[in-house]
């Protein structure tokens, strides 16, 4: 399960977009000692006709780019398989001037034995970042059967930050605190921290909302109670909101634009920049010609229809993506 190169796999993805590339954007390296932090789920596991039809992925990776200060350094993916984990790298790498791998490759399909699903991936840039250990996948059990979370340790090329990375994809389900008592102390665990160089981050779909109470889907107050699961990130084990910590006044805007977050980054060490992609379904013309315009993309099978226009170039999933940029804890005089 070592790197796997995006090359060899992509034959559709070269067919159909081969003539829509631009110039790769210039975005510079992160500076040493920091990474670029990218979480996102994309709709790309559970429906092959999707996946073989893979425009939201390029428009994902022309948007990330647009929206980032610095290349992105490391991908945490949700909601993908083989082939949209390799459609990624190859995308990420024709919208920049860096070349991306699979760090972490999830199965041919996210269905795995005794009912489990996997469907987590992880994506680095090989220029800025190396695999130091291949990972491999944590599982969590619920009521609806278990689910495996990618999780591997990179490392930067120059700088020598270490980052040990989770992509989660919890389930939805009532047994929330289980899986955050597995989840929450894993990296640290996993891999113990050799030097003050060591920033984990755990980041993903966790399928439940920060605040406690009120309407689960569509509020989330900058000073709200926090349910149990965030604070045992937060509180026991130190981790950081990226979001809450460098760019909280998103969080009333959130209210504003669309539901509350369930798309989280959470890093020790120093949070220097982070923010989601808040508002990207409001370019559209309305929430019903967003709902359409996901039909296109997703279900390209069950309609003569193809997106154009805005839609085919604009939509990527049904999620926002959240970026962070993290370094190593301030030394301690």
Request: glycine share 6%; charged share 25%; net charge negative.
């Given at each position: 399960?070592?790197?796997?190169?995006?090359?060899?796999?992509?034959?559709?993805?070269?067919?159909?977009?081969?003539?829509?590339?631009?110039?790769?954007?210039?975005?510079?390296?992160?500076?040493?000692?920091?990474?670029?932090?990218?979480?996102?789920?994309?709709?790309?596991?559970?429906?092959?006709?999707?996946?073989?039809?893979?425009?939201?992925?390029?428009?994902?990776?022309?948007?990330?780019?647009?929206?980032?200060?610095?290349?992105?350094?490391?991908?945490?993916?949700?909601?993908?398989r083989e082939k949209s984990t390799h459609n990624v790298a190859q995308f990420m790498s024709e919208e920049t001037e860096y070349t991306y791998e699979v760090a972490v490759e999830p199965p041919v399909h996210p269905w795995i034995p005794e009912g489990a699903k996997?469907?987590?991936?992880?994506?680095?840039?090989?220029?800025?970042?190396?695999?130091?250990?291949?990972?491999?996948?944590?599982?969590?059990?619920?009521?609806?059967?278990?689910?495996d979370h990618a999780y591997a340790l990179l490392k930067e090329n120059r700088g020598g930050l270490r980052v040990p990375a989770l992509s989660i994809h919890w389930p939805h389900g009532s047994d929330v605190m289980e899986r955050?008592?597995?989840?929450?102390?894993?990296?640290?665990?996993?891999?113990?921290?050799?030097?003050?160089?060591?920033?984990?981050?755990?980041?993903?779909?966790?399928?439940?909302?920060?605040?406690?109470?009120?309407?689960?889907?569509?509020?989330?107050?900058r000073d709200?109670?926090?349910?149990?699961?965030?604070?045992?990130?937060?509180?026991?084990?130190?981790?950081?909101?990226?979001?809450?910590?460098?760019?909280?006044?998103?969080?009333?805007?959130?209210?504003?634009?669309?539901?509350?977050?369930?798309?989280?980054?959470?890093?020790?060490g120093r949070i220097f920049d982070g923010a989601s992609d808040l508002g990207w379904k409001s370019e559209f013309e309305s929430r019903e010609a967003f709902k359409e315009c996901k039909r296109l993309h997703t279900y390209p099978d069950e309609t003569e229809e193809e997106p154009t226009g805005f839609c085919k170039t604009a939509f990527y999933t049904d999620h926002r993506f959240v970026w962070g940029l993290v370094g190593a804890p301030e030394d301690e005089e």
């Open positions: 399960m070592g790197a796997a190169t995006a090359s060899g796999l992509l034959a559709t993805a070269d067919s159909v977009l081969a003539n829509e590339q631009e110039e790769p954007s210039a975005l510079n390296e992160s500076p040493p000692g920091k990474a670029l932090i990218v979480d996102a789920n994309l709709l790309e596991a559970f429906r092959k006709p999707d996946v073989e039809h893979p425009q939201d992925m390029r428009n994902f990776a022309r948007r990330l780019v647009s929206k980032v200060p610095y290349a992105p350094d490391i991908l945490l993916l949700q909601e993908v996997n469907d987590t991936g992880i994506v680095y840039n090989t220029d800025t970042m190396h695999v130091e250990d291949d990972g491999g996948f944590m599982r969590t059990t619920s009521g609806n059967g278990g689910k955050a008592k597995k989840t929450a102390p894993f990296l640290l665990d996993k891999y113990p921290s050799p030097s003050d160089q060591n920033v984990p981050v755990i980041a993903g779909d966790f399928n439940v909302k920060r605040c406690h109470g009120g309407d689960s889907w569509k509020w989330e107050a709200c109670e926090p349910n149990k699961w965030y604070s045992l990130f937060t509180q026991k084990y130190n981790y950081s909101d990226v979001v809450l910590t460098s760019n909280p006044q998103e969080i009333p805007r959130a209210q504003e634009l669309e539901r509350a977050r369930i798309d989280f980054i959470f890093a020790q």
